[in-house]
Every structure is written in structure tokens, then in C-alpha cells.
Nanobody
Framework: VQLQASGGGLVQTGGSLRLSCAVS????????MGWYRQAPGKQRESVAT???????NYADSVKGRFTISRDNAKNTVYLQMSSLKPEDTAVYYC???????????????WGKGTLVTVSS
């Protein structure tokens, strides 16, 4: 299973970016999909997650500004980020829980991070 994240970059305060994470490989079923981030000197934290049923959960710091969505046909998860703040600066990682066949327990996979820098 491979994850390819894209969409990071440099943006000014108040700007927007959309991150994408395309998942490929031998996949029987998707479980959760999500985005995490790690700022310099800080631990990785959950930003937003979405279940296979479409239920979403957000960190308090991004509620109302970020929206997670998934396109099951494209095996892709998105993170639309708006009203960005300098404190949103971090490396963003996508994470998926996948079952590769009916007899194998779910496993979590991580993509390589994509850097988001918000200038003040």
C-alpha cells in the first residue's frame, strides 16, 4: 500500500490550500482516513479524520477552517484548509487504515509528509 500526498506549499495568513493523498496498492477495504501534522519541536497531532461511513472528527484548533473529505472511487482523501494561520505551519501526513484481504487485520499506513508553511 502506497500513499502519495501533495498540495503543500507556502501561503500567506488567511490563505487556503488543499492537500490530497492518493492511496494505491492491494486494498480490500478502507477503514479510516486522516491527516496529522507535526510542527517543529512538537509531537505529531491529529488534525482531521474521516471514517468509512463519512463521519468526521477535527482538532479543536482547526474546526470551522479545515474540511476533510474522501473520494472512494479515486482512493483519495483531501484536506481543504482555509483561513490559515502561522500556527498551522507543519509537515502534514496522511494516514489510512486498510484491510488488504478478509483474513488480515487492519493495518495503518502513513504517507510521506508534505510541508505547509503559513507566513505572517
Amino acid at each position: 500500500v502506497q500513499l502519495q500526498a501533495s498540495g503543500g506549499g507556502l501561503v500567506q495568513t488567511g490563505g487556503s490550500l488543499r492537500l490530497s493523498c492518493a492511496v494505491s496498492g492491494n486494498i480490500f477495504r478502507f477503514n479510516h482516513m486522516g491527516w496529522y501534522r507535526q510542527a517543529p519541536g512538537k509531537q505529531r497531532e491529529s488534525v482531521a479524520t474521516i471514517t468509512s461511513g463519512g463521519d468526521t472528527n477535527y482538532a479543536d484548533s482547526v474546526k470551522g477552517r479545515f474540511t476533510i473529505s474522501r473520494d472512494n472511487a479515486k482512493n483519495t482523501v483531501y484536506l481543504q484548509m482555509s483561513s490559515l494561520k502561522p500556527e498551522d505551519t507543519a509537515v502534514y501526513y496522511c494516514n489510512v487504515g486498510v484491510t488488504v484481504d478478509p483474513l488480515t487485520p487492519r493495518m495503518d499506513y502513513w504517507g510521506k509528509g508534505t510541508l505547509v508553511t503559513v507566513s505572517s
